[in-house]
């Protein structure tokens, strides 16, 4: 299953939104600077899942997590986090 997700960093108060079709391995790769993405790499701090949606394919993840990345608001994405438990 392919999946849309949410990172957070609490030592740097910061969201990342992503999508994979393996989130324990993606999840590791954020956390070791030799795979993460340019974003997550040049952070300090361990980043935390704190939200997934499940997709059929990855089209649908990528579709899921461009319109989440398209709020650019933290509150919306603070209140969808509280709104369905990952």
């Known amino acids: 299953m392919c999946k849309t997700y949410i990172l957070y960093n609490p030592e740097i108060d910061k969201y990342y939104i992503g999508s994979t079709r ?4 993606r999840l590791g790769e954020h956390n070791k ?3 993460s993405s340019k974003y997550t790499r040049k952070q300090k701090g361990k980043w935390e899942l704190v ?3 499940e997709f059929d394919t990855i089209g649908d993840a990528i579709k899921r997590e461009r319109q989440i990345k398209n ?3 933290k509150a919306m994405i603070s209140k969808l ?3 369905v438990p990952t």
Request: aromatic letters at 12%.
């Open 22 to 25: 393996n989130l324990e391995v």
């Open 51 to 53: 939200y997934s949606e």
């Open 33 to 35: 600077s030799a795979h």
């Open 71 to 73: 709020w650019k608001s």
């Open 81 to 83: 986090i509280r709104a």
